[in-house]
């Protein structure tokens, strides 16, 4: 009796590929995530540094930081309030959102110095840890 040859896998190999790759995953998953939670921090603070240095030269056009109620807004477009504006201040001319998607807090005067500029994060709270901690201009 002659036996064919099958070219397919059969069960038990198929299972220990599986497995293999379910170990793969749950190693490789985690470390992944953590990767690319720990970018959109770094993201956020490089923003905060891009509106660092567009407030200092609207400072040096205009004499002062932008109020609280003209905001980061005045970074793209010149308030009524701003004489020697020269701005647009950022190259893409919009207020981007944090990482998260959430809007930026501006405050001038601020608590930690002329303005105090911060993203709360992802979970969009004050405070937290890792991930969800604030991201703020005065540190």
Not at 45 to 67: C, H, K, M, N
Not at 114 to 122: R, V
């Amino acid at each position: 009796m002659e036996r064919r040859h099958s070219k397919g896998f059969t069960l038990l190999e198929l299972l220990v590929v599986l497995v293999i790759l379910g170990l793969l995953a749950s190693i490789v998953g985690p470390r992944l995530l953590n990767q690319v939670s720990g970018s959109k921090s770094k993201t956020t603070r490089l923003q905060i540094e891009e509106f660092a240095t567009a407030l200092d030269l609207y400072y040096l056009d205009v004499g002062r930081f932008p109020s609280s109620s003209e905001g980061l807004e005045a970074l793209v477009s010149a308030p009524d309030s701003a004489r020697f504006w020269n701005g647009p201040y950022l190259k893409k001319k919009v207020i981007r959102p944090d990482a998260w998607g959430n809007e930026f807090i501006y405050e001038s005067p601020g608590d930690h110095g002329e303005y105090d500029l911060y993203s709360l994060g992802a979970d969009n709270r004050e405070g937290g840890e890792g991930d969800a901690a604030d991201i703020v201009s005065w540190q």
